[in-house]
């Protein structure tokens, strides 16, 4: 334990006495620690935000202490236990959510939450349909939810933002490759228009903005030891979007049945179990709360999703590889691929996963 965490966890208003400092986690984006405490007072998570890439933590942070304090009025409303079905986030000592060291990084602390259960993946129909339950559950805690949130990473999963990256890219051209990737380039040209269209809705308010968590790995989902939902946590990247970009950046990760990079593209297809599982834990928690036109929708935002991400990792390869980590010098190509590979099984079982979509809010309407 260093005397620089010590100082810095100093800076927070905690209970107890701290006992030790440890890492937690990999640390691909932030690096997380745990204050352990001694006696029965609670332990803590900090974490030093990735001011890359949160270039405005204290707008983050504002989100994530506005979004919990009103999940927070939820669960005590309905005599839930404000300490584990919500994360809390301990202000410092002048009340700030942050603090800022004496190199500029940026830091935060919330209260761990003990005696859970997460999950690395979800590899069974009844961990998927777990998974959707807890994106449901916490896009309906906060479907009253109304003001306006920062947007902390821009234009994400704004196809028009991406389109304009895109059409850049294409021009500059600054790795030479754009001349070796005429069949790749016409997936996506022809499909602009469609997605294009789909995003005018957005912008109409045909399909509204809502809070949405736009991390949906299943790891970012607490439950108790008797399986059931506690809280979703990591919520760095909470921001107002479209319902629809977490069910469909959800099935794009749980129901592809091979890996994001897999070379043999037969290994790759979207598991209908797998989505059908998802979607009737989200409708769950959903159904009641979704629009009309959020439910024609709702199987339309995994090809939205998976096609915005064949374009990013082509876009990047075409840039010269500068966004996205590889492994070798064809990696983002391989990603485009295997993305692509993807896509296809989504539109060919669009028809089975509408009806699908239909049955299931039937179900839970009922």
Not at 144 to 154: G, S
Not at 248 to 260: H, K, L, P, S, V
Request: aromatic letters at 10%; charged letters at 25%; glycine letters at 6%.
């Amino acid at each position: 334990m260093t005397e620089k965490l010590l100082k810095i966890a100093a800076e927070f208003v905690l209970e107890g006495t701290i006992s030790e400092i440890t890492p937690l986690g990999q640390g691909f984006i932030n690096d997380t620690f745990i204050i352990h405490t001694e006696g029965e007072a609670p332990n803590y998570i900090l974490q030093r935000k990735n001011k890359s890439i949160f270039p405005d933590v204290p707008a983050m942070m504002d989100n994530i202490d506005r979004v919990t304090a009103h999940i927070r009025k939820k669960v005590a409303a309905e005599g839930g236990d404000i300490k584990r079905e919500v994360m809390t986030i301990n202000h410092t000592h002048d009340g700030k959510f942050y603090h800022v060291d004496e190199d500029g990084e940026y830091w935060a602390v919330c209260e761990f939450i003990a005696d859970t259960i997460a999950y690395d993946s979800a590899n069974s129909e009844a961990l998927a349909r777990m998974g959707g339950m807890g994106i449901g559950k916490f896009q309906s805690q906060l479907a009253d939810f109304t003001e306006p949130l920062a947007e902390v990473i821009k234009g994400f999963h704004n196809i028009k933002h991406r389109f304009v990256q895109w059409d850049e890219a294409i021009a500059q051209d600054a790795a030479g490759r754009v001349a070796s990737l005429s069949e790749e380039i016409s997936w996506i040209e022809s499909r602009r228009e469609e997605m294009l269209a789909f995003w005018a809705k957005v912008e109409s308010g045909e399909i509204p903005m809502r809070v949405t968590h736009n991390d949906t790995k299943i790891n970012n989902i607490l439950f108790d030891k008797q399986g059931n939902v506690l809280c979703v946590i990591d919520l760095d990247t909470v921001m107002s979007a479209p319902a629809l970009n977490d069910f469909g950046d959800a099935i794009r990760t749980y129901a592809n049945t091979g890996a994001e990079d897999a070379e043999d593209l037969s290994t790759v297809s979207l598991s209908l179990p797998m989505f059908a599982a998802y979607a009737d834990g989200y409708l769950s928690q959903q159904a009641n709360t979704l629009t009309q036109a959020e439910l024609d929708h709702l199987a339309f935002s995994a090809r939205y999703i998976t096609f915005e991400q064949v374009l990013r990792f082509l876009m990047d390869y075409i840039n010269g590889d500068t966004y996205y980590k590889i492994k070798s010098p064809n990696h983002n190509l391989v990603r485009t691929h295997a993305q692509y590979a993807l896509l296809q099984s989504i539109e060919a079982q669009y028809a089975e996963m509408c009806e699908v979509i239909k049955q299931t809010t039937a179900k839970h309407l009922a």
